[in-house]
């Protein structure tokens, strides 16, 4: 760590997010737009609805939209339209005069009905929209950020995750054999741990002895037939492939999430659109830390005692080699001199309860 990211750590606690900073640094008028609701669904119980669009000069804005098309196997009436005069589409826009009287105008009535001074009105609404939907996610990011920066704090603290660098080493340093030859499996098939077999084709000797009934020497060797089939799939991959260290990874992760919560602490209504980066890098933070979990995970399906066995037999059907066993406490290869052993034991992966709300906040 340099002295800048010290300094900055230094800094880190009382640089927190604060949330509701967010909000309450934007403008009136994107607090105006957050709080405004863009969808509705159900258009036809609004007020002062005209069953025709009047005769008036005035375009009307777009006040709500809806989609109201039923789901798969379920029907439902369309929605009365202005423009048609008829109950004819499921989608459409909500417009309302000056004076509050509304029309329903369904897909592309609007545009029938007005031309150009009414898609000028739809962009608009589209643009109010999409920033309305920005300006949301902000503010998920803003409660999700703290959730996050607190789990890495104790995700970087995790004995788990030394466990899981001694678990590797030791199986790299004892079996780095093993280690290659798993290796070359995930890598060519996925970690598909196939074998072939040469087995009787009796189907294949019957019709034979058929065809040569009446023959005066008739050949009665066996058949044989290979199959190829697969004894499982090595689980765990990950724990195998990856070799970046867990700890490491946890540390820039921490780091990561506390510059992303100090930039996040700049952000006002001038910068929003920018803001939109913070949105993906927060979501890379997320599966960044996900793939840290997932590789705790990998470590116990590795030293699953089922998943051994099967690279085991695997080891001895395929590669002719019989020095590996396993059993409930250890992984082991018999040595002319010294036996190898790893004993197997569970890594505790680290309860990660905040995961749900960070996805659900942050849309992932
Ligand atoms: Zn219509």
């Not at 789990?151 to 780095?176: A, C, N, Q, W």
């Not at 260290?245 to 996040?264: E, G, M, W, Y």
Request: hydrophobic residues 40%; charged residues 30%; neutral net charge.
């Amino acid at each position: 760590m340099n002295d800048t990211d010290a300094q900055l750590d230094r800094h880190a606690e009382f640089e927190q997010t604060i949330v509701g900073r967010f909000r309450g640094a934007l403008s009136d008028e994107d607090r105006g737009l957050m709080a405004r609701t863009f969808w509705i669904s159900d258009p036809e119980a609004l007020p002062n609805l005209l069953d025709r669009v009047p005769a008036r000069d005035e375009v009307p804005e777009i006040e709500y939209r809806y989609d109201v098309t039923p789901p798969k196997g379920k029907s439902r009436p369309y929605v009365r339209c202005a423009h048609c005069f008829r109950p004819i589409h499921w989608k459409g826009n909500v417009a309302r005069y000056a004076d509050g009287c509304r029309l329903l105008l369904g897909c592309d009535c609007g545009e029938k009905q007005f031309g150009f001074r009414w898609s000028g009105r739809e962009e608009h609404f589209s643009d109010r929209m999409s920033r309305h939907d920005l300006l949301m996610r902000l503010e998920g990011l803003e409660t999700a950020l703290p959730l996050l920066h607190s789990f890495l704090v104790m995700l970087s603290e995790y004995p788990g995750l030394e466990g899981l660098i001694s678990l590797r080493d030791e199986l790299h340093t004892k079996m780095p054999e093993l280690v290659s030859l798993l290796t070359r499996v995930l890598h060519a098939s996925g970690g598909e741990l196939e074998i072939t077999e040469h087995i009787r084709d009796v189907a294949a000797e019957i019709a034979r002895d058929d065809r040569q009934k009446y023959a005066k020497n008739p050949e009665t060797k066996p058949i044989f037939i290979s199959v190829t089939k697969s004894l499982g799939r090595i689980a765990g991959a990950s724990f195998v492939l990856e070799g970046a260290s867990p700890l490491i990874d946890a540390r820039k992760l921490v780091n990561a999430c506390t510059h992303l919560q100090r930039r996040f602490a700049l952000v006002t209504s001038r910068h929003v659109l920018e803001a939109s980066a913070l949105l993906e890098e927060g979501e890379a933070v997320v599966r960044a830390a996900d793939g840290i979990v997932s590789r705790l995970e990998a470590a116990n399906k590795f030293f699953g005692l089922s998943n051994l066995q099967a690279i085991i037999q695997w080891l001895r059907k395929r590669m002719k080699l019989t020095v590996y066993t396993v059993s409930q406490a250890a992984l082991a290869r018999l040595g002319e001199v010294e036996t190898v052993r790893i004993e197997r034991r569970l890594i505790a992966v680290p309860e990660w309860s905040s995961r749900k709300r960070i996805g659900d906040l942050l849309g992932i």
